[in-house]
């Protein structure tokens, strides 16, 4: 089945400065890449999301870059603002094995003001 | 806009008591699942349910159960509790089963002592 790793575990930054989190997955099938955000006491929630028909995509500050080829995509904050300080999640759809979504262990992002 | 509810928030159970976690959706989706977080475990997944009227096992399905009591609600039912059970439990919907992002509740945060 489908195995996704994420890295850093924790990632500390300045405000305004740009934070990188990087996931590889194992499945070559896979074609579905939602990133989540989630904050303290509340439930995941989607940011945003990338298929493999599809090589970056942005919304606003956040963007998502996908490399199919070497099995990895990253998730992108520019200008970072203390608000932006949570656990983030990658995912990669599972096609073989019984889940559909394969989550990577959580980044926390800590944006010092 | 709602959402996924889930009921209750919190729960402290004593070993061997049994519990029943409820999960609603209002966005007629037709999948649903049920999540546990566990601390540098990211998320793992129960159960789910593809569609009303299917149920299938997750990558931890021991010590549960589920329904999928109509199009909306699912639920989780631990029939006699152990302390290994002890975490935040996050019921999700999507509108279908593969490729889709999955829309999350804000948790069941339960301690079995």
């Known amino acids: 089945g489908e195995n996704v790793e994420q890295h850093p575990s924790t990632l500390s930054v300045q405000e305004g400065d740009s934070a990188v989190i990087k996931c590889t997955y194992s499945?070559?099938?896979?074609?579905?890449f939602p990133w989540y955000k989630q904050e303290l006491g509340k439930g995941p929630q989607l940011i945003i999301d990338i298929r493999s028909n599809v090589g970056e995509k942005k919304d606003q500050r956040i963007a998502v870059t996908l490399n199919k080829t070497a099995k990895h995509f990253s998730l992108h904050i520019t200008e970072t603002q203390p608000e932006d300080s949570a656990v983030y999640f990658c995912a990669a759809s599972g096609l073989s094995g019984n889940t559909p979504l394969v989550f990577g262990k959580g980044t926390r992002l800590s944006v010092i003001a | 806009n709602a959402g996924v509810t889930q009921t209750p928030k919190f729960q402290v159970l004593k070993t061997g008591q049994s519990m029943t976690l409820q999960c609603a959706q209002d966005m007629n989706h037709n999948s649903m699942y049920w999540y546990r977080q566990d601390p540098g475990m990211g998320l793992r997944l129960i159960y789910y349910s593809a569609s009303e009227g299917t149920t299938d096992k997750g990558e931890v399905p021991n010590g549960y159960n589920v329904s999928r009591l109509n199009k909306r609600e699912f639920s989780l039912r631990l029939e006699s509790a152990a302390p290994s059970q002890t975490s935040v439990y996050f019921c999700?919907?999507?509108?279908?089963?593969?490729?889709?992002?999955?829309?999350f509740g804000d948790g069941t945060r339960l301690s079995i002592l």
């Open positions: 499945d070559s099938a896979s074609n579905y």
């Open positions: 999700a919907s999507s509108e279908t089963y593969s490729n889709q992002p999955q829309h």
